[in-house]
């Protein structure tokens, strides 16, 4: 069994991780807290597109924006010398796109569960909003945002399609543990697909386990 799949797969989630969890939790804060349910809507319905669009479609959207005859990837390779359609790079940017969905809406329903009576306790106390949000708000959405970030690591970790379409399946840069999973079992090679599915189906059973903790957390302080 080689580890360069094992490696780039844990590389790219981690990395994406990172950026979706901090980009999730500010998004979801935003339009919490807009005050037209209008551009919630439709703000809700952009920002949530990635999760029921398949993945294949996302990655196609990705080449129109990064391919290298494209304004934004031409701009990024001319003046930056940055290619990011077939690099590790790559592998990160669709695993963010199409985590970020289960961050923002498991984060955006913490937020909404939080007791707005402590808000506006924590305000006539003479809380600015940042104090309110980092005292109040993140301490009590915490277990559902904790949930967000696990499901959205376990879905990066995962991601196959969007990969496959922007980052290509190149062996050890950007081939991930799904793509490894494809090739040997398009090569025949089902012994050798075996301890990759093993090793997924193991992080998957430890996401649901770490996922249902988090819920029953949440339950717990909402009773």
């Known amino acids: ?13 981690s990395t994406a991780i990172l950026i979706t969890f901090l980009l999730g939790l500010y998004v979801a804060w935003w339009v919490v807290n807009l005050k037209s349910e209008r551009i919630k809507m439709v703000l809700d319905g952009i920002l949530t597109l990635p999760m029921v669009l398949p993945p294949t479609v996302v990655g196609f959207l990705l080449l129109m924006i990064f391919g290298v005859n494209r304004p934004i990837g031409r701009l990024l390779l001319d003046f930056l010398g940055v290619k990011i359609v077939f690099s590790w790079s790559a592998t990160v940017i669709a695993a963010v796109v199409i985590s970020f969905p289960l961050m923002y809406r498991s984060a955006r329903a913490a937020f909404e569960q939080v007791d707005q009576d402590l808000i506006f306790a924590a305000k006539t106390l003479g809380m600015s909003e940042r104090e309110v949000f980092w005292r109040v708000t993140l301490p009590l959405a915490l277990p559902g945002i904790a949930g967000g970030a696990i499901l959205a690591f376990a879905r990066g970790l995962g991601e196959f399609g969007a990969t496959a379409m922007i980052a290509g399946n190149i062996a050890n840069e950007t081939r991930t543990l799904p793509l490894a999973i494809y090739s040997e079992v398009a090569a025949g090679n089902m012994k050798a697909a075996s301890p990759y599915v093993i090793i997924v189906v193991l992080i998957s059973f430890l ?17």
């Open 1 to 13: 069994m080689e580890l360069m799949p094992i490696i780039i797969s844990l590389k790219t989630a």
């Open 207 to 223: 996401v649901v386990v770490l996922t249902n903790y988090f819920s029953w957390k949440e339950r717990k302080y909402l009773d």
